[in-house]
C-alpha cells in the first residue's frame, strides 16, 4: 500500500485521494487529517452545511443553542461553528467510491464516523469530477509556497447532495447502477502552505442542489427576474402587519428566565417588551368591536360587484340624470349589504362565545398569599409555613400567569404550556395524551426533571424550592424543546420529555404538578393556531367577477354608442323638427342616464336572490343519509357561503386519528409455529347482533320500498382477481367452509385487500385445541406466545366496581394485546411492584381458573431507537426468562436462526414483489386500455372532455337511442362491465399459493386438498380424538416455521395491520446476575444514560427463541376506504396529514387504501439524504408513465427544511402535484396549514378541503377552501370552527358527489340564467331607441320596469337554483367521475356564457322585430302605443324565462317548477290587470285601461304575442336538439341512461 497505485482508464473519472505517506494512510479522511494541522485549503466545491441540517444530523450547537439561531456572520465560509478543515488527517485507512464501498477492499473500516464530516463536496455539474480536473486544480495551487509546516490536500469524492454534512466512505452503503472499483493514490508531503482558494458564496438551504445544475440555474434566473414581484410581496405584508397590528418582537439575549416561587405576588415581566408577560386569553374570533364595520366594509365592497353598484347608486343620486329613480339602487344594496355584514358578525359573535367558554374555565393554582373564597382544604403541614398559607386555588383560565404553579388532577386539559414538577404516577411518570396537538393515540410518558422532582413533592417543598428554569422563546416547533434547569448547584437539560403543553389532557395518572412558562397566545398550540383566517370566497365569485367585468364594459360601450347615435340623430333630425326646440341634452348627461338605464344588466338582485338560494341549499343539505345514529349526530351546515364549492373539490387534506380511524385498536390475527389464527370475537357479537336487527326487519317487511343511497355490493366484490383459473380453486374451499358447522372466516374483511380469501382458523378453535391436547408442542409453542403477550408490556390492571378488569396502558396496541390475552384465557389480574399475577383457564373457561405470580424483574423500555421491549420475567418454577416483541425487522435479527430468517425473509419478498409487478403492469395496461379506447364507456372523464362510448367524445355517443326494444341493450352491458372493472382493483394475491402457508396440516395440501378448514368430509368441530387439528411435524420444522411465520407476516403488513414479533430466551441464574450488575450502572448512571441501557439491553436480546407474531387492526372508520376510492374516481387527490409515526402513517395508508400493494412509495427523509435525487427521479418516473400509483411520504421535520430552500420547494411541490396522493407524518399543525396554503396558490383552479377531528386540525381547516370538523372523539374544536361538520368520513362522499355537485350546478345555472334573462330583457330596451332618437325613452313603464327581478322573474332563477337535479344520486354515486364537471368549470365559464348571451341577444331580436313588424307597423289595431309596444315584449318575455328556466333547463321537474311558473306568469297578469284598473300618472305611458279595453281587446295583439313565443319557443328547442345530437354531454347521455329501468336499477346497486 506504500507505492501509488495503477488507474486503468476507466477510473479515469472516478474520485482521487491524495494523503500523506504513512503506515495506514490508505484513504485517510479530510475531516480527520484536518484535525491535526493548522493549515487548511478550501476548494471552490466545497460548500457549508446549512444549520438546520447540521443540527439534524449532528445534534449539536454551539453551547446548546440551535445552529439557526446563529447570527449570518457566524455561519460563513470557515467560521467557526462549522469548521471545516482541510490541513491534515491523521493516518488511517479507508477506501471508497463513487457510489458505495470498493470491492476489492471490503475489510477496510472507517476511520471516523460517517457523519462527522462537516463538508459535502459537489460537482456543479450533477456527476462527480474526474481526475484530470482535480490534477488541474491541485497543480495550479500547488506551486505557491507557505511559510511552515508540511501540509497536504486530499482530494476527497463528491458527496451524494441528499447527505448535508456527511461523506461517503467504506461504510456508507448505496444503491449502484454500476460497481467502480476505488483507487487511492498517494503523494508525498509538500513543505509549504496553499493559499486559499477565492470562497464562493454560502447557499442557502439544502446542501446537495447542484446534483440539478440546470434546475437550479432556473432557479436564480427566475428569482433575478421576480425580484420586483417580491419587493411588492414584501410591502404588502408590510402593510397587511400594519393593518392587523401584528408586531414583530425581537428574541430575547438567553432565553427566558424564570424563578419557581411559590410566595410570588408580583406578575413577572417579559424582557422582550419590557411589559408583563401576555395573559392566558386566547381569542380565536377574527374582529373586535373596533374593527369589525372597516375590514367588513373593505370585505363588501371588495366584490366587483358591490363596488359597481356603490358608484351606480352614486351617480343614480346626482339630481337630473337618473331616468329610473334616485335610491333604487343605494336603499337594496345597503340592506344586502347590512344583511352580509349581520350574518358575519353573528358568526364570529358565536366563535367569541366558544373562545370565552374555554378561557373561563377552571383550574388549581397554588396560592401564597390571603386566602380565596374558592381555595380548597389546605394540605397537612402547610400551616406550620411561615411565609404565608398556601392553598390550591381554584382560579379561571385566563387568570393563570408566567410562573403559577398548577395542579392537574386525572382527565384534566392543561390549561398552559407547563413544566413538570412533580407526578403521583408510577416512577414519577405523566402519561399526556396529545391526541388533540399531534393526533397520536400513544400516551407521552413525561417525567420532572430529576433534581427538581424530589424536592416538589409537598407544599411545603414547593415553597422551599428556589430552582431557575431557563427555557427558549416561543415558537410553533412542537417536536423539539430547549432549556435547562438549575437547582442546589446542578443544572439539567429540559427537553420536550418535560414539557406539557396546552391542549394536552392528563390520562392513568392521579395528580401532577407544574409550573407555567407559556399562556395565551405564546402556547405552541395557539402558535400553531391561524391567527388571521382569510375570510372564506367562493371560486365561482372570480368567474363571477370577469364576466361583471365584460358586462361593465358592454353597458359603457352600449352606452357610448347610443349616445353618439344621439349626437348624430339630434344633427339630422332634432335640429329640424320644430316640435324639438331646445330640448337637446348634452353628452355627458345623456352618457350618465344611459349608463343608468342598462346599468340593471347586472341586478343588484343577482346577490340578493343568490344569498336566499344558498340559504336554502344550506337547509337541503340535512340528509338523513349523512345522519350517524350511533353517535346521534347530524350534518350541520355552518356556512352557506361556499356551498358550491363542495362540488369542485381537487384536493382533500384529511387527518389521520379520529377522521380516518376510529381511535379503537382490535387484536385481529396472530401467528404461532407456522399457523396463523383469526381472532374475531368482537366482530361475532357485532354480526349477532345484526342478524337479529335483519331478522326483525325482515320479519316486518311488507312491502318494497326504495333502499337507502350507498348500500352498495359486498366488499368482497371490490377487487378483481387477475388470475381468473385460480377463482375456481377459492370457490371450492369457501363451499367447504360452508359446508362446516363452524363459522367461516369471512367475518372479517381487509379493508385494504377485500378480495383476499381469509384461510386462518380462529383462535377459539386453538384455545380448544390446546386444552384437549396440552402436552403437544404446538400447546407449549403457543402457551409461549400467550404469555408473551400477557407479560411482555407495561399495563396497569384497574379493578372496577363490578369486578371487571379494567387496563391503563401507554398505547393502544398494548392495551389490544392485554385485551385479547384476557379472552385467549391469559388474563392479567394484578400488578405490583416486582410482580404480575395471572388468571389462566388451562383446562377450559366453565372450570376453575389457576392464578400464577410471575415475578418482572427487569423491563426494558420500547424506544423509537431500539424499536422493541423486553421484559425479564422469573416464571413460577424459577426459570428466568427474557420476552422481547418489537418490529419484525429489529426482532429478527436477535434470533437464534437469524440468518436462515434473513433468507426466508429475501425470499418472502422476492414473491412479494412480483406480485407487486404483476398488479402495477396490470393497472398501466388498464389506464392505456382506456386512453386508447374510444368504443367504450370505460374511458375517465377527467383527462378528456367527457366520457366515450360510440367514438364521440361523450359517455353515449351512439346519438341518442330509443328506450323501446332492445336497442339499449348493448349499452346496458357495457356500461355494467365499465362500472365493474371501476369498482374493483386489481389483486394478484394468489400468485405463489399464498394460501399453501396457511393449513395447519400442511400433508392434507400434498394429498390434493386444499386445508382442513375447506375438507368435504368435516370440520374441526368433527375431528377424531386420533387425528390432530395442527400436524406436529410442521410444528418441529425449525426452517418451515421461520419461513411461515414471515410469510404471515408479509401478508398481515399488506392487509393494513399493524405487526409485531415475538421472541424469548431462558437464562440461567449466572447470566442474569452479570448482566444485572451492568443494567443497574447503565440506569444510575449521570452521563449517556439511554445510550448504556440500550447497550445492555442489546446484551441480552440475542439468540432468541420465535415465539410467533401478532397482528394489531388500527380500526378504521365504516366505509372509509370505500369512500376514499370513490372520491379517487372522482378525480379528488387525496392527503393524509398526520402528526403521528411514519410507520403508522403508512400503515394507515394500507388500510384506507390511500397506499395500493403496488404504490410506488417515494419516501423523503433529510437523515437518509439525497432528497432532491429522490424527488428528481420520482418526477421523471410519473412522468414517464411508468407508475400505476404514486406516493410521497415526507416527515415533518424534512418538509420544514424543504420548505426554508427556495430552490427545492418548488421541485417538492411539482412531485406532490403529480402524485396521486401525499403522507405527510410528524407534521406540526402550522405544517399542515402550509400545505394546505401551497397547494391552494400553487395549483390553478384547484379547490381544496381539509378534514379533521381536532384542535390541531384547525389550522389547516381554516387555510383552506372548504374546512369540515368530524364531531368524534378529539372533541368539537374542530367543528365549531369548519364551514360543515360530519360525524363520520364516509358521509363525504355523498357530501361532495351529490350535493356538491348538485349545488354547483344549481348555482351556476341560476348566475347564468339571471345574465341571460337581463341581457335578453335590456337588448330589447336598446334596440327601441333606434325608434325613439336614442334619447333614453323606456320601452317599458317604470313601476313594471322596477318589479321585473323582484315579482316576475326572481322565483324561475330561485327555483332553479333551489331544486335543480340534473341527475339521480344514485347515479352520482355510482359514477364518480361526472364529479369533474365542476373541477374544469364545466357548468360555468367563458364559453358557456357567451353560448347563453347569444340565446338572449337572437332571443332579444325575435321578440322586438316581431314586435314591431306584427303588431306596431300595421295599420288595424286599435292601440300601437309605446305602453302597449312594452307590453306585449314585456309579456313575451316574461312567459319565455318562467317557461325555459323551470320547463326546458329543469331536469328535476317537480311540483315546484309548476308553481314557479303559475306564480311568474299568473302574478305578471294579475299585475297588468291591477296596474289597468288603479294607474293614475297616465301622461306618458298610456297604461289605464290598456289591457282592459284597448289593446287588450285587439285579436292582432294577442296573436302578434302568440307568433313571438312559437318563434323563440321553435328557436330554443332547435338549438337544444341540435347541441345534444351533435356535441352531446355527459349530463345528457346520462339523462338517457336513467330513463332506462334496467340501468337505473344498477345504479341503484352500485
Not at 403541614?381 to 404553579?405: E, F
Not at 350541520?636 to 381537487?650: F, H, K, V, Y
Not at 386500455?929 to 361523450?954: D, N, V, Y
Not at 410469510?1047 to 442474569?1072: S, V
Request: glycine share 6%; proline share 5%.
Amino acid at each position: 500500500m506504500n507505492a501509488p497505485m495503477r488507474r486503468s482508464a476507466s477510473d479515469l473519472d472516478q474520485p482521487v485521494s491524495v494523503v500523506p505517506p504513512g503506515p495506514n494512510n490508505a484513504g485517510a479522511t479530510l475531516a480527520n487529517y484536518a484535525a491535526g494541522h493548522a493549515p487548511r485549503v478550501r476548494f471552490s466545491a466545497d460548500y457549508e452545511r446549512k444549520p438546520e441540517w447540521s443540527k439534524a444530523v449532528d445534534g449539536s450547537g454551539e453551547d446548546g443553542v440551535h445552529s439557526d439561531l446563529r447570527p449570518i456572520a457566524d455561519r460563513r465560509m470557515g467560521a467557526p461553528s462549522m469548521p471545516v478543515n482541510t490541513g491534515g488527517a491523521p493516518q488511517s485507512s479507508s477506501t471508497f467510491s463513487a457510489q458505495g464501498p470498493s470491492r476489492s477492499s471490503p475489510g477496510i473500516m472507517p476511520s471516523h464516523p460517517p457523519r462527522s464530516a462537516g463538508l459535502v463536496l459537489m460537482s456543479p455539474r450533477g456527476r462527480n469530477r474526474g481526475y484530470s480536473l482535480r490534477t488541474k486544480l491541485f497543480q495550479r495551487h500547488v506551486k505557491d509556497e507557505a511559510e511552515g509546516g508540511s501540509s497536504v490536500i486530499e482530494l476527497d469524492e463528491v458527496g451524494p447532495s441528499g447527505q448535508p454534512g456527511k461523506r461517503r466512505t467504506a461504510t456508507d452503503h448505496g444503491p449502484s447502477k454500476k460497481s467502480v472499483d476505488a483507487t487511492v493514490t498517494e503523494a508525498p508531503a509538500f513543505d509549504h502552505e496553499y493559499p486559499r482558494l477565492p470562497e464562493r458564496p454560502i447557499k442557502k438551504g439544502l446542501t446537495g442542489i447542484s446534483a440539478l445544475p440546470h434546475y437550479e440555474n432556473w432557479i436564480q434566473k427566475r428569482a433575478v427576474r421576480m425580484g420586483p414581484i417580491e419587493k411588492a410581496k414584501l410591502t404588502i405584508e408590510h402593510v397587511r402587519k400594519v393593518v392587523l397590528r401584528i408586531q414583530e418582537i425581537s428574541p430575547s439575549k438567553d432565553g427566558r428566565h424564570i424563578d419557581l416561587d411559590a410566595c410570588r405576588r408580583k406578575a413577572l415581566l417579559d424582557e422582550r417588551t419590557g411589559r408583563l408577560y401576555i395573559d392566558n386569553t386566547i381569542r380565536s374570533s377574527r374582529y373586535t368591536v373596533y374593527n369589525f364595520v372597516p375590514r367588513q366594509l373593505f370585505a363588501q365592497f371588495g366584490k366587483l360587484a358591490n363596488f359597481y353598484f356603490l358608484c351606480v347608486s352614486i351617480l343614480q343620486m346626482i339630481p337630473g340624470l337618473s331616468t329610473t329613480g334616485t335610491y333604487t339602487t343605494i336603499i337594496p344594496l345597503l340592506f344586502f349589504v347590512s344583511l352580509s355584514m349581520a350574518k358575519e358578525g353573528y358568526d364570529d359573535l358565536r366563535r367569541y362565545r366558544l373562545d370565552k367558554e374555554e378561557n373561563n374555565r377552571r383550574t388549581l393554582v397554588l396560592h401564597a398569599h390571603e386566602p380565596t373564597p374558592t381555595a380548597l382544604p389546605q394540605e397537612s403541614g402547610s400551616s406550620s409555613l411561615s411565609v404565608a398559607p398556601l392553598q390550591w386555588a381554584s382560579t379561571k383560565w385566563h387568570d393563570v400567569k408566567v410562573g403559577d404553579i398548577i395542579k392537574l388532577e386525572r382527565d384534566q386539559a392543561v390549561p398552559a404550556d407547563m413544566v413538570l414538577l412533580h407526578s403521583t404516577g408510577a416512577n414519577g411518570a405523566a402519561y399526556i395524551e396529545t391526541m388533540a396537538l399531534d393526533g397520536e393515540t400513544n400516551l407521552k410518558n413525561k417525567q420532572a426533571p430529576r433534581s427538581v422532582a424530589k424536592s416538589c413533592s409537598s407544599l411545603k417543598q414547593l415553597a422551599a424550592c428556589d430552582a431557575h428554569f431557563v427555557i427558549e422563546d416561543p415558537n410553533i416547533d412542537l417536536y423539539s424543546f430547549e432549556g435547562r434547569v438549575a437547582f442546589a448547584g446542578e443544572v439539567s437539560p429540559l427537553t420536550n420529555n418535560e414539557i406539557i403543553y396546552r391542549g394536552s389532557i392528563l390520562r392513568n395518572t392521579p395528580e401532577a404538578i407544574g409550573m407555567v412558562i407559556y399562556t395565551g397566545e405564546e402556547c405552541k398550540i395557539r402558535m400553531n393556531a391561524n391567527k388571521n383566517p382569510r375570510i372564506k370566497a367562493p371560486a365561482l365569485q372570480a368567474v363571477v367577477n370577469k364576466i361583471v367585468v365584460i358586462i361593465v364594459i358592454f353597458v359603457i360601450v352600449l352606452a357610448i354608442f347610443n349616445t353618439v347615435a344621439y349626437q348624430v340623430w339630434r344633427e339630422t333630425t332634432e335640429a329640424r323638427s320644430w316640435y324639438l326646440k331646445n330640448a337637446k341634452v348634452a353628452f355627458l348627461p345623456i352618457l350618465t342616464s344611459f349608463i343608468i338605464m342598462f346599468n340593471t344588466m347586472i341586478p343588484l338582485s343577482l346577490y340578493v336572490s343568490l344569498e336566499i338560494i344558498k340559504l336554502c341549499q344550506m337547509l337541503l343539505l340535512n340528509d338523513i343519509d349523512m345522519y350517524d345514529e350511533v353517535s346521534n349526530t347530524p350534518f350541520e351546515a355552518r356556512t352557506s357561503t361556499i356551498n358550491e364549492e363542495l362540488g369542485q373539490i381537487s384536493y382533500i387534506f384529511s387527518d389521520k386519528t379520529g377522521t380516518l380511524t376510529d381511535n379503537s385498536m382490535k387484536f385481529r390475527k396472530l401467528s404461532v409455529a407456522g399457523t396463523a389464527w383469526l381472532h374475531d370475537n368482537d366482530l361475532k357479537a357485532g354480526m349477532e347482533r345484526e342478524a337479529q336487527r335483519l331478522l326483525h326487519r325482515n320479519g316486518n317487511k311488507k312491502s318494497k320500498g326504495k333502499r337507502p343511497l350507498g348500500h352498495g355490493r359486498k366488499p368482497e366484490s371490490q377487487n378483481t382477481s387477475i388470475h381468473p383459473e385460480l377463482d375456481g380453486s377459492i370457490d371450492d374451499a369457501l363451499i367447504g367452509y360452508e359446508n362446516t358447522t363452524r363459522k367461516p372466516t369471512s367475518n372479517w374483511t381487509s379493508s385494504a385487500r377485500p378480495a383476499k380469501s381469509q384461510p386462518e382458523l380462529c383462535t377459539v378453535e386453538m384455545i380448544r385445541y390446546m386444552q384437549q391436547k396440552p402436552f403437544t408442542v404446538f400447546a407449549r409453542k403457543a402457551r409461549m406466545l400467550l404469555l408473551s403477550i400477557a407479560l411482555c408490556h407495561t399495563c396497569l390492571p384497574e379493578e372496577k366496581e363490578n369486578g371487571d378488569i379494567e387496563f391503563q396502558a401507554s398505547s393502544p396496541d398494548e392495551l389490544a394485546l392485554v385485551q385479547a390475552a384476557q379472552e385467549l384465557g391469559y388474563l392479567v389480574l394484578d400488578r405490583q411492584a416486582g410482580t404480575m399475577t395471572l388468571e389462566t383457564f388451562p383446562s377450559g373457561p366453565d372450570t376453575e381458573p389457576v392464578l400464577e405470580t410471575y415475578e418482572v424483574l427487569d423491563i426494558i423500555e420500547f424506544s423509537s431507537k431500539r424499536k422493541r421491549m423486553s421484559a425479564i420475567v422469573r416464571f413460577p418454577d424459577g426459570r428466568i426468562c427474557v420476552l422481547t416483541k418489537g418490529a419484525d425487522s429489529v426482532v429478527m435479527q436477535l434470533l437464534k436462526l437469524a440468518t436462515l430468517a434473513n433468507q426466508k425473509v429475501v425470499e418472502i419478498e422476492a414473491r412479494a414483489s412480483r406480485r407487486k409487478s404483476i398488479e402495477a403492469h396490470h393497472v398501466l395496461q388498464r389506464k392505456s386500455e382506456q386512453i386508447e379506447r374510444t368504443g367504450s364507456i370505460a374511458c375517465q372523464s377527467m383527462g378528456r372532455p367527457s366520457l366515450t362510448l360510440g367514438g364521440r367524445t361523450s359517455i353515449g355517443g351512439l346519438g341518442r337511442p330509443s328506450l323501446t326494444g332492445n336497442r339499449l341493450r348493448p349499452i346496458r352491458d357495457e356500461l355494467d362491465s365499465w362500472l365493474t372493472e371501476k369498482e374493483r382493483d386489481v389483486d394478484a394475491s394468489d400468485i405463489g399459493n399464498s394460501k399453501a402457508y396457511y393449513s395447519p396440516r400442511p400433508s392434507l395440501q400434498i394429498a390434493g386438498r386444499h386445508s382442513l378448514a375447506g375438507s368435504e368430509v368435516r370440520s374441526s368441530m368433527q375431528l377424531d380424538e386420533e387425528e390432530d387439528l395442527v400436524e406436529e411435524a410442521l410444528v418441529v420444522d425449525e426452517p418451515l416455521v421461520i419461513e411461515r411465520c414471515f410469510q404471515h407476516i408479509n401478508d398481515f403488513a399488506t392487509e393494513g395491520l399493524r405487526t409485531l414479533l415475538y421472541g424469548y430466551r431462558f437464562l440461567d441464574e449466572q447470566e442474569y446476575t452479570a448482566w444485572k450488575k451492568v443494567y443497574l450502572d447503565a440506569t444510575t448512571s449521570l452521563v449517556d444514560r439511554q445510550i448504556l441501557i440500550e447497550k445492555a439491553g442489546e446484551l441480552i436480546e440475542r439468540d432468541l427463541e420465535l415465539a410467533g407474531a401478532t397482528a394489531i387492526e388500527d380500526k378504521l372508520q365504516k366505509g372509509v376506504p370505500e369512500a376514499i376510492d370513490k372520491l379517487r374516481r372522482g378525480n379528488i387527490k387525496m392527503w393524509m396529514l398526520t402528526g403521528d409515526k411514519r410507520e403508522t402513517a403508512i400503515n394507515i395508508g394500507h388500510s384506507c387504501r390511500l397506499i395500493k400493494d403496488y404504490s410506488s412509495v417515494t419516501v423523503l427523509d433529510h437523515e437518509t439524504g439525497r432528497v432532491e435525487q429522490h424527488i428528481a427521479a420520482a418526477i421523471i418516473d410519473i412522468n414517464g408513465g411508468n407508475v400505476a400509483h404514486s406516493v410521497v411520504v415526507i416527515d415533518g421535520q424534512t418538509l420544514a427544511m424543504i420548505e426554508a430552500d427556495a430552490s427545492i420547494a418548488p421541485l417538492f411541490f411539482d412531485l406532490a402535484i403529480l402524485a396521486d396522493s401525499v403522507v405527510c407524518c410528524r407534521a406540526s399543525p402550522s405544517q399542515k396549514a402550509s400545505l394546505v396554503k401551497a397547494i391552494r396558490k400553487k395549483v390553478k383552479n384547484s379547490i381544496t378541503l381539509a378534514i379533521g377531528d381536532g384542535a390541531n386540525d384547525i389550522a389547516m381547516i381554516q387555510e383552506a377552501h372548504v374546512g369540515i370538523g368530524i364531531t368524534g372523539k378529539e372533541g368539537l374544536q374542530a367543528a365549531r370552527t369548519s364551514d360543515y361538520s360530519i360525524a363520520q368520513f364516509r358521509f363525504l362522499t355523498k357530501l361532495l358527489l351529490v350535493h356538491g355537485r348538485w349545488n354547483y350546478i344549481r348555482t351556476c345555472k341560476y348566475t347564468v340564467g339571471t345574465f341571460w334573462k337581463e341581457m335578453m330583457f335590456y337588448l330589447t330596451q336598446a334596440l327601441f331607441q333606434r325608434w325613439v332618437g336614442y334619447t333614453g325613452t323606456s320601452l317599458y313603464e317604470p313601476w313594471s320596469l322596477s318589479m321585473f327581478n323582484t315579482l316576475f322573474t326572481s322565483l324561475p332563477v330561485i327555483f332553479l337554483g333551489v331544486f335543480e337535479k340534473d341527475l339521480a344520486a344514485s347515479t352520482l354515486l355510482a359514477v364518480p367521475e361526472l364529479y369533474t364537471k365542476g373541477q374544469r368549470n364545466g357548468a360555468f365559464n367563458l364559453r358557456l356564457y357567451l353560448g347563453w348571451m347569444f340565446m338572449a341577444a337572437s332571443e332579444a331580436m325575435l321578440i322586438f322585430f316581431c314586435m314591431l313588424g306584427l303588431y306596431a307597423q300595421t295599420r288595424f289595431t286599435m292601440d300601437q302605443g309605446i305602453f302597449a309596444m312594452g307590453n306585449m315584449a314585456f309579456s313575451a318575455c316574461v312567459v319565455l324565462i318562467s317557461t325555459k328556466l323551470l320547463l326546458l333547463e329543469m331536469h328535476n321537474k317537480s311540483v315546484m317548477a309548476g308553481l314557479g311558473v303559475f306564480l311568474s306568469i299568473g302574478g305578471w297578469c294579475l299585475w297588468n290587470l291591477v296596474l289597468s284598473a288603479t294607474y293614475r300618472n297616465n301622461t306618458r305611458y298610456n297604461v289605464k285601461g290598456g289591457i282592459l279595453h284597448r289593446f287588450g281587446r285587439n285579436a292582432a295583439w294577442w296573436l302578434a304575442f302568440i307568433f313571438i313565443l312559437a318563434c323563440v319557443f321553435v328557436f330554443e328547442i332547435a338549438i337544444s336538439g341540435l347541441r345534444k345530437a351533435w356535441f352531446p354531454q355527459d349530463v345528457d347521455l346520462f339523462q338517457t341512461f336513467e330513463r332506462d329501468p334496467a340501468i337505473e336499477a344498477r345504479f341503484e346497486e352500485a
